[in-house]
């Protein structure tokens, strides 16, 4: 399973970079578009950390908060924009699903 945590951290952190890099640059509002990127990249660096730093106190507890957040950002994304335009857009679809398994794997005891 560690594996597989490690994995869905690199894919997020993959996607957060790739976001950054698709913003549009004709877009008005693409400073926001912007920071949920940057959101996205602290959250896979936050998962990556845990990793790394087992004797670390509450690095564990700033992870299970970042993961759970984003989580909730990227429901309530996709709730807002609908069905459709989900459904058109599935990396939304995919990168809820990562962080959903990341929340997962860091509330699970010695993660």
């Known amino acids: ?6 994995l869905c951290a690199i894919a997020i952190f993959i996607i957060a970079i790739v976001d950054c890099l698709l ?22 660096m936050f998962n990556w950390l845990r990793f790394h730093s ?3 106190p509450r690095v564990r507890l700033f992870c299970i908060t970042a993961n759970v957040t984003m989580t909730v950002l990227a429901a309530s994304l ?3 924009i609908g069905k459709t335009r989900t459904l058109a857009h599935p990396q ?8 959903l398994l990341e929340t997962t794997f860091s509330s699970r005891r010695g993660a």
């Open 23 to 44: 913003v549009p640059k004709t877009y008005t509002g693409r400073i926001w578009i912007f920071g949920t990127c940057l959101a996205l990249l602290f959250t896979a």
């Open 92 to 99: 939304l679809l995919l990168i809820g699903f990562l962080l």
């Open 78 to 80: 996709i709730t807002s």
């Open 1 to 6: 399973m560690k594996i597989f945590d490690r």
């Open 54 to 56: 087992t004797g670390v």
